[in-house]
């Protein structure tokens, strides 16, 4: 929550930073739990819930920034790719959001109907490197377009992969 507060009220590198260490804290509480044995199911759901609140959060703060930013200044960040507009800036933050949500739950749906999932380039790891990698060098519209990219590219491979017939 404290990133996507720090990328609505610039500059962007302090979101980067507040979501990389936060992302190293979930990891780290991940672990910690497994090695104490402390980790349970109810855990696990509830991690996987706050990713997906910690996703919806700065991205949509990502993209509405963005589409502020874009209404003020057309040429803001992108020289002269006109064509990008508030709207365009709109469209890929809210493909980011799909890819973001989908790539998770076609896992979650496939493993739940008791088939295996496939690794994919696009997840949560990849897609927190290009938002920390993103923020840090304050380029929103960059990095939507790549989580845009990535993440749908994941949850189209995995829904491939999950509608393959063994």
Known sequence: MG??????TLPLWTGGILFALGDVLDYLDGDLARRQGTNSKEGAIFDAA???????LVIGALTYLTVVLLERHPDFLIGHLSFLTSEAA?????????????TPYVRAKT????????????DRGVR????????????????LVALAVVANWAAIHRLAHAMRRE
């Open 3 to 8: 990133a996507s507060i720090c990328v609505l």
């Open 50 to 56: 706050l990713d997906r609140y910690t996703d919806f």
């Open 90 to 102: 709109l469209v890929l933050g809210l493909a980011a959001l799909l890819g973001s949500t989908l």
């Open 111 to 122: 493993e739940a109907e008791g088939n295996s999932s496939v690794a994919t380039i696009g």
């Open 128 to 143: 927190n490197h290009i938002l920390v990698v993103g923020l840090l060098l304050s380029q929103p519209i960059w990095t």
